[in-house]
C-alpha cells in the first residue's frame, strides 16, 4: 500500500473524510490526490491535507494505481464514461456511489478494470463508521487489501461475497 498512488474523483465529504483518515493512519500526503471541478474544493484540500489537486479527471486515472469514484450516484455514470478511454485493464476502481452495482460500472469503464464497490455508512465521516465491501472477481488479493486499508481509515470494514447483500447491508447500517 505505501507505493500505490490514491486519487479521488470528486472532493466532498466522504472524499474529505477518507483523505483524512488515510493521513491520520500514516499514508503519505504525496501518494493521494484528488480531482474536483470546484476550484474553492481543490485549493482547501491542497492547503489543509497537502495533496495533489487537478482540475481534470484523467489525470487520476492517468497516474494513480487507485482510483476512488466519490461522486454522487446520479452523476456516477457519466463520470465514470468519460474516464473509460483512460481507465487501464487491471486498473483498481473503488466507488462509494450507493445504488450502482458493479455491473453497471464495468460497463460504463470498459469491463477490463478491477472494482470494489464499498459503503460507509455516515459515522465513517468522522473516523467511526463502518463500510460493507464487495469485489469483482478481477480485483486480485493485493487490490482488496489496498481498498481495505482506505476504508478501514475510517471504521470498521466487512468483506460481502454476494453484492446483492449490499443494498441489505445499505438499510441496516445507515449509510
Partial sequence: MDTLTIGFIGGGNMARSLIGGMLAAGHEPSRICVADPDPETRERLAREAGICVYEDNQRVVETCDVVVLAVKPQILRSVATALKPGAR?????LTVAAGIRTESLERWLGGEVAIVRAMPNTPALVQAGASALYATPRVSGAQ???AESILRAVGLVQWIEDEALMDTVTALSGS
Fill in 89 to 93: 485493464p487491471g486498473q483498481l476502481f
Fill in 144 to 146: 482488496r487489501e489496498a
